[in-house]
């Protein structure tokens, strides 16, 4: 399966909805990729993205992501599984802020682009 951009930001934002909750319908999963990339996502999308998830080799997830056709939602069997299975604390979150205010002067114009978008990619992991 072809891996764009855009997939591993779904596949982050597939794995922080069930993880916050019970089960989730793929409709759901649908509006909350497009409000969060500001794109146009399908069903059928969202339905391949979660078979990659489950079984592609090439990324190695291999997420315990099941299908209730009761509740007609998704669901981790494993709720300790974590795709990114490190997060931040909050206290590691603000150091890192303070951080880029410090250096914010010291370093190039691009460096600091550089780490504002590391920041971005941390607060979008602990969100």
Do not use: W
């Amino acid at each position: 399966m072809a891996i764009n951009k855009f997939a591993l930001a779904r596949y982050a934002l597939i794995d922080k909805l069930l993880r916050r909750h019970r089960y989730v319908k793929t409709s759901y999963i649908v509006e909350f990729c497009k409000e969060n990339l500001n794109c146009n996502i399908t069903q059928r999308t969202i339905q391949l993205d979660i078979l990659a998830m489950q079984n592609d080799s090439f990324i190695g997830y291999y997420a315990p992501i099941e299908y209730c056709k009761k509740q007609k939602a998704y669901y981790y069997k494993d709720p300790e599984y974590q795709l990114i299975p490190f997060q931040f604390s909050q206290a590691e979150i603000e150091l890192i802020q303070k951080i880029l205010y410090l250096v914010k002067n010291i370093i190039s114009e691009e460096e600091y682009g550089i780490l504002i978008n590391f920041n971005a990619k941390i607060q979008f992991l602990h969100k």
